[in-house]
């Protein structure tokens, strides 16, 4: 009978430990990449789509797109990295935000209410545990030295602005807004406060680091060019070794949470390949700086070989095969390095402009996920794509709800991604444009360029200055823009009327289902 009942116990024992097990490995981790300015052509799998020559390999990149699926028709949400950071944290288009054009500042405040569902508080309510690495860039709150119960405000003006207290953040970042874990560069590298925050907290760069001013003749030294703000921040700030600071973190954040009873959330902002093109000298034991014919194209291996260090502790810690891999960039590449261009690379690939553009190559990014023995490997998908469908698809991945009123422009890629055969696609896409204040609205392939008057502060004022058939003029040759051409007067004044009818209503036009 002892013997009888043992037997029994044991048995509980073991069904217990497998119905926990299961539940432990029912969802899968997720991880989505953003990088910074990295165009389609800047990812070798892209490349030879439409051209043979390669002038820089990214393997790492190019492995996840073969282990998983790549989007040959995805858009950031706009063509500058703040506005598309908005659009991609919320599912929401640009003009849904309070600073619809963007935010320029570390200092400005925060677009996010309490009441904003973001990525990182779409996974809590998952039950997932929730990190955020990189750059935020979407307004940071400081205390103003001057009177320390308030958060600085930011006010115009060329002038240095010095009565901040950057040691730590109060509001407005990863840790306000769903991210249990922050590891963060308020404006990356580019922009003050020119520091690292942990948890919200200062992270000295060095043991000898105080908050000092970072000038251009501070820059000079280090061998770049100054082309933001002077302002504070940590006195040993070096570009260079802020991307391996950033994805060390990452990997230490996989290994401690990677087996835990709760699924993890990493929402990995990388800081490649944005200006100062400043590469460390080697990155996971493989040479960097000087090994590419420029700086620029130096960063995206560097990125390259962050990719690796992520996969690599996935597979170490044996959760690769349980975690959705998610990479895109923020905006289209950057066509400001001679060198990248004597080298005969194209950031853009096929297309039209770059970053802040209103054309092709302004918007056009790499959008590749992966899931092992979930995502049929080595297929690819042309359904029109946009950085704000990672919410709904995560969601659906991660079985959490979006309510009426959230995420109001983001569509659920998961049939997609299953290659079910009835999948609902959106009918049109509207996409910002940059700095010059432009909307563009594709559907059909036709794609209409909207012109926004500066001057006018109720965006109201908009004139329709580019028609391209993006069917048979992909490229958005300036001979075939039909906008003048009274054979077309129609096809604009029906999307000029669709675009202001969406955007004035403010009606969804996502489907998460």
């Known amino acids: 009978m002892k013997l009888f009942k043992s037997g029994i116990t044991l048995l509980l024992m073991l069904l217990l430990f497998s119905v926990n097990a299961q539940k432990k490995n029912i969802k899968p981790n997720v991880i989505v ?8 052509g800047d990812v070798s799998k892209y490349r030879r789509m439409h051209n043979p020559k390669i002038i820089i390999e990214t393997p790492n990149i190019d492995k996840i797109a073969e282990n998983g699926m790549l989007f040959t028709n995805a858009h950031a949400p706009a063509s500058l990295c703040a506005t598309s950071r908005y659009s991609i944290m919320t599912g929401n288009y640009n003009y849904r935000s309070p600073l619809p054009w963007g935010v320029w500042s570390g200092y400005a405040k925060g677009v996010f209410t309490p009441e904003t569902l973001t990525l990182g508080r779409l996974m809590k309510k998952a039950d997932y545990n929730t990190a955020f690495f990189g750059k935020w860039h979407l307004g940071t ?27 730590k953040i109060v509001s ?49 030294r280090l061998g770049y060019e100054l082309d933001k703000n002077e302002g504070l921040g940590d006195s040993k700030w070096n570009p260079s070794e802020i991307g391996p600071l950033i994805v060390s973190k990452a990997v230490d954040y996989i290994k401690i949470n990677a087996n835990k009873e709760k699924p993890f959330f990493m929402y ?7 200006t100062p093109h400043m590469a460390p000298d080697e990155l996971d034991g493989i040479k960097i700086k000087g090994t590419t014919p420029s700086k620029h194209l130096d960063m995206v291996k560097e990125l ?52 802040n553009d209103p054309y092709e190559g302004g918007s056009r990014v790499p959008f590749i996920v992966s899931w092992p023995n979930k995502i049929k490997a080595q297929t690819i998908a042309s359904q029109p794509v946009l ?8 969601a659906a991945i991660s079985g959490s709800e979006i309510q009426e009123g959230e995420a109001l422009d983001s569509y659920n890629l998961l049939p997609v991604l299953n290659q079910e055969k009835k999948v609902k696609s959106r009918s049109f896409t509207i996409i910002q444009g940059g700095s010059g204040k432009e909307g563009m609205i594709i559907k059909d392939g036709w794609k209409l360029i909207i012109q926004f008057d500066k001057k006018d502060k109720t965006y109201k004022t908009r004139t329709p200055i580019a028609l391209f058939n993006l069917n048979n003029n992909i490229w ?20 000029l009327k669709l675009y202001n009818e969406t955007r004035d209503s403010k009606v969804k036009t996502g489907y998460h289902l």
Request: aromatic share 12%; charged share 25%.
């Open 141 to 167: 709150g400081f205390r103003d030295k001057n009177d320390p119960n308030k958060i600085f405000d930011l006010n115009g003006g060329k002038k240095v602005k010095l009565n901040i207290d950057i040691s």
């Open 33 to 40: 990449v953003l990088a910074d300015d990295l165009g389609v």
């Open 476 to 495: 958005e040759h300036e001979e075939f823009n039909f906008i003048n051409n009274s054979k077309y007067k129609n096809k604009v004044q029906k999307l």
């Open 268 to 274: 990995y902002c990388s800081q490649a390949v944005h």
């Open 304 to 355: 390259d070989v962050q990719m690796k260090m992520l996969v690599d502790e996935l597979k170490s810690q044996g959760i690769y095969e349980n975690t959705v891999f998610i990479f895109t960039s923020d905006n289209g590449g950057l066509h400001t390095d001679g060198d990248t261009w004597d080298a005969r690379h194209e950031p853009s690939d096929i297309y039209r402009g770059c970053k």
């Open 172 to 220: 407005g970042g990863p840790k306000q807004n769903g991210f249990d874990y922050s590891f963060t560069l308020p404006s990356g590298i580019q922009n003050v406060p020119y520091a690292a925050y942990e948890n919200d907290e200062w992270y000295p760069l060095h043991e000898k680091s105080l908050i000092g001013l970072i000038d251009a003749a501070y820059c000079e």
């Open 387 to 394: 950085g704000t469908d990672i919410m709904a698809t995560i």
